[in-house]
């Protein structure tokens, strides 16, 4: 009970904190009025060019998408990160709280001699920032019409690419049902990769495209690239068919990298149960030695006496591909010590290859524990 409270203290006076940083900042800024988004822009620019300014940011808040946080530093976080168009968007819980970012500003960098837009960047409004030292006009909150309808406009050809690829984001930021359609409209549409593969990661996250990642997951005429972001975009996802649409793609796809894409997407899916389920089935029957291979190795990354099991019965058969088994030997070697030493020991003493003994003794050279130096003895003293 007492630590619950010292938790919901700090967290209480972290939240404080940033909303004091979030006032402190916007007092900074020059306010700007008008009766919509691009009337309030259009006078930010005016505004900006009678004062002389050469760079300037015009910048708005918009309804941000739930239970996603951006650019926040996390102590006991449990979920995944990924940096997106060089920024962090983390998914998952701090000190077992779900975290996510409401308050973050879209702001637009203009070039007001060249009289365009250079930069594009979605900030956590709740980070100490000096925005380069340029001038902030804020512009309030932009309707979701607005700004989907502006940073569209900003995915075009002819804006710099970095500015599209960060508009993307920001899109799949907002919380609106238009965006899964946008994004979809990106990746048929756009003849940028960067575009189409930022849409096809947020569709992930937004969730029920399952059938339509699958489509690009299969796809043909689509990379090879290409493809294993939509598998991937498909294992993100928090959809509950999502594991069952991978292993339907394992069943149905033939090029060896996408495979191995997809038991790594299955990996790092949310029902670990079942993706656990799958990654034992690919290593105990797959016939293709790289794909029970990569199956082995996430195996080795799950936690769990099943997963365990699995990898010392493969690495200890006597019938198994060497191959395969070295894998299960070096999966093993990656658990934490107390389930790894015992097992690697055994192995180390009694399997019947040379190789698969060998490769157990050669991670017990590297694990440094006593119980691996004792053996080390016996063998060194006979």
């Known amino acids: 009970m007492l630590k619950r409270t010292y938790i919901f203290t700090l ?33 930010a620019v005016r505004q900006a060019r009678s004062a002389g300014q050469p760079f300037f940011w015009t910048a708005y808040s918009f309804d941000v998408r739930p239970g996603v946080a951006v650019d926040v530093e996390l102590t006991d976080f449990r979920g995944s990160t990924n940096t997106i168009s060089d920024t962090s968007i983390s998914i998952g819980t701090s000190h077992g709280v779900k975290i996510e970012t409401r308050n973050l500003g879209i702001f637009l960098l203009h070039d007001g001699n060249a009289n365009r837009i250079t930069r594009l960047e979605v900030y956590n409004l709740e980070r100490q920032r000096e925005y380069s030292r340029y001038p902030v006009y804020w512009l309030g909150r932009g309707s979701n019409e607005e700004s989907l309808t ?40 756009s003849a940028r990769d960067q575009v189409r593969s930022s849409s096809v990661f947020w569709l992930g996250q937004i969730g029920g495209e399952q059938a339509f990642l699958a489509e690009l997951v299969r796809g043909d005429r689509e990379s090879v690239e290409f493809r294993k972001k939509a598998a991937f975009a498909i294992g993100v996802s928090k959809d509950a068919t999502a594991l069952f649409t991978l292993k339907g793609l394992y069943g149905e796809v033939t090029h060896r990298e996408i495979k191995r894409q997809i038991i790594f997407a299955a990996s790092i899916n949310e029902n670990k149960d079942q993706a656990i389920d799958f990654l034992i089935s690919i290593a105990a029957n797959d016939p293709d030695t790289e794909c029970k291979k ?83 003895k016996e063998i060194l003293t006979k």
């Open 11 to 43: 967290i209480s006076c972290a939240v404080l904190t940033t909303v004091s940083i979030a006032i402190a900042q916007r007092d900074s800024f020059i306010k700007i009025e008008g009766p919509t988004l691009r009337v309030r822009i259009d006078s």
């Open 150 to 189: 502006l940073l569209k406009g900003l995915v075009s050809p002819e804006q710099q690419l970095k500015v599209g690829e960060h508009a993307v984001m920001a899109i799949g930021l907002h919380d609106d049902p238009q965006v899964s359609a946008i994004l979809k409209d990106f990746i048929r549409s």
């Open 294 to 376: 990569q199956a082995l190795f996430w195996l080795g990354q799950r936690a769990g006496d099943r997963s365990l099991k699995v990898l010392g019965d493969v690495a200890s058969s006597t019938d198994a591909d060497t191959e395969v088994q070295k894998q299960a030997v070096f999966a093993i070697s990656r658990r934490p010590k107390d389930e790894a030493i015992p097992l690697l020991i055994k192995i180390a003493r009694t399997h019947p290859k040379a190789e698969v003994r060998k490769q157990a003794l050669f991670w017990l050279g590297l694990s440094g524990d006593e119980r691996a130096l004792e053996l080390f």
